[in-house]
């Protein structure tokens, strides 16, 4: 079974083969293509009918907008959306049989929003499945962003290989025709963008929350004990002061004790009593003592 491996033709090869492809696309379909990637502020994607002009001219019929969910990093088409624009489009005689090996849809557009329009690997492994599922001649992809920039690579089927399904051709030109006239679509368009294109919710990532560590404060106390104002005031120490240094020793020693007040001595002065006054004091003595009169 064949797979997929992606090969790039050189340009220079194309030109020794005398065959330089490239993309034409009217005005209109054009304007409408970059209202799509203006009006919408996330990666959104479309479909175009692209015909096969042969031999070197692919040119673009119609543009498509599908409903489908985006982000700001993927955009997902709806299957059955394209499904039901495949039936549409085969009622209209637009899609037949005998012309889908030059006629189909086969172009993938999409948005890069304000990224560069380089390919990633998603946009990679999304034409794998396109070109294994469909099985289409050609495929076009385009990648465009807000600035204008844009990519275009080109897939063709390689029959004569038997070790890949397609080659492909990067920057592919893409050819805009003049400008006829025609009336601005903005406003049906931001309509159709209404119906088709849902922002999809993305869940945030769970984040535990880590209950924060109370820092101590030292302005009026330390770890260990409070100090009232009182103290402050006696000792000199001014806990209130925010720049004063949290674990400096106001003591100085560490294993000095707090500074304390002198102990008070109280002094009497002892004097001697007048005789008369000790005669009298003692004969009270005896007599509450002995209960006895006084001698005088």
């Known amino acids: 079974m064949r797979t997929l491996k992606e090969m ?23 304007r409408k293509m970059e209202l799509i ?38 955009t997902e088409i709806d299957a059955m959306a394209l499904c039901d624009l495949e039936d549409e489009l085969e009622k209209k005689g637009l899609l037949k049989d005998e012309n889908l090996d030059t006629t189909g849809l086969y ?9 560069s329009p380089t390919p990633s690997g998603t946009d990679t492994d999304t034409m794998k499945k396109i070109c294994e599922r469909s099985k289409p001649p050609f495929f076009i992809r385009l990648i465009q962003n807000k600035k204008g920039d844009r990519t275009v690579t080109l897939y063709i ?7 890949q399904n397609y080659a492909l051709i990067y920057d592919v030109p893409w050819v805009e025709t003049e400008d006829l006239g025609e009336e601005d ?12 294109v849902a922002t999809k919710y993305v869940a945030p990532a769970k984040v535990s929350k880590i209950k924060p560590i109370e820092t101590p404060s030292y302005t009026t106390s330390t770890m260990l004990m409070d100090y009232d104002d009182t103290y402050a005031n006696t000792y000199g120490y001014d806990y209130a002061d925010p720049y004063a240094d949290p674990y400096a020793d106001p003591y100085g ?11 008070k001595v109280i002094t009497t002065e002892v004097k001697k009593a007048d005789p008369e006054v000790r005669k009298i004091a003692l ?7 002995f209960g006895l009169p006084s001698r005088q």
């Open 253 to 263: 020693d560490p294993y000095d004790v707090p500074p304390c007040e002198p102990p």
């Open 157 to 163: 089927e390689d029959k004569n290989s038997l070790v």
């Open 37 to 74: 990637i203006d009006l919408i502020d996330t990666e959104v994607g479309w479909y175009g009918l692209v015909e096969w002009q042969k031999p070197d001219i692919f040119k673009v019929k119609d543009i498509y907008l599908l409903k489908q969910e985006v982000t700001g990093i993927f």
């Open 283 to 289: 004969n009270t003595f005896n007599k509450r003592r």
């Open 185 to 196: 679509i903005r406003e049906s368009l931001e309509i159709e963008i209404k119906e088709k």
């Open 107 to 115: 172009l993938w557009g999409h948005s890069h929003v304000n990224m």
């Open 8 to 30: 790039a033709i050189k340009t220079e090869i194309g030109n020794s083969l005398k065959w330089s492809p490239k993309v034409v696309i009217d005005h209109k379909l054009n």
